[in-house]
């Protein structure tokens, strides 16, 4: 089975319904991409599909044919740089397994949005967890990546 992920078409051999996150970790080597509870509900495993939110755990190899899925490795252009840059100055990690999580559900929201709420982030990181408590931390680092984003668009303009 052929998947298009971080923009190179890996050849794979997977059944169709294997979990996405598992071809990524065990059949790509791509362990950004966490295991959590393996039901959808921590958040651990989100990845960007078609630039949408999905938890990897719960989209099958068969679900994403003909889909780009994008992991944190995958992660670039100004809206990673700024997002990577932020959660460094803040220093977000605490512990750190759900960070690259976070960071994708940001990227995702910023590729969209970047002058977003506090309202805005909680929503397009509410299916994110953080054991460590890191919320604070990751809002202030949205809007501090926002904010560059913002800067660079009126330099440009």
């Not at 071809?23 to 362990?31: E, F, Q, S, W």
């Not at 740089?81 to 220093?91: T, Y």
């Not at 995702?108 to 931390?137: Q, V």
Request: aromatic residues 4%; negative net charge; glycine residues 10%.
């Amino acid at each position: 089975m052929k998947i298009n992920v971080n923009g190179t078409v890996h050849e794979v051999r997977a059944p169709a319904e294997m979990p996405l996150l598992w071809v990524l970790r065990d059949r790509l080597d791509l362990t950004g991409t966490k295991f959590g509870c393996g039901h959808g509900v921590c958040g651990g495993c989100m990845v960007s599909i078609d630039g949408a939110q999905e938890h990897a755990c719960q989209v099958t190899c068969g679900d994403i044919a003909g889909k780009a899925v994008t992991t944190i490795e995958g992660l670039h252009g100004p809206v990673a740089e700024a997002l990577f840059s932020a959660w460094e100055a803040i220093d977000v990690s605490q512990c750190g397994f759900c960070q690259p999580a976070q960071i994708m559900s940001a990227s995702i929201l910023l590729a969209h949005n970047i002058d977003p709420t506090d309202d805005d982030i909680d929503e397009a990181l509410k299916h994110n967890l953080c054991r460590c408590g890191t919320y604070g931390r990751i809002r202030q680092a949205v809007h501090r990546a926002a904010g560059v984003l913002r800067a660079a668009e009126l330099a440009v303009a």
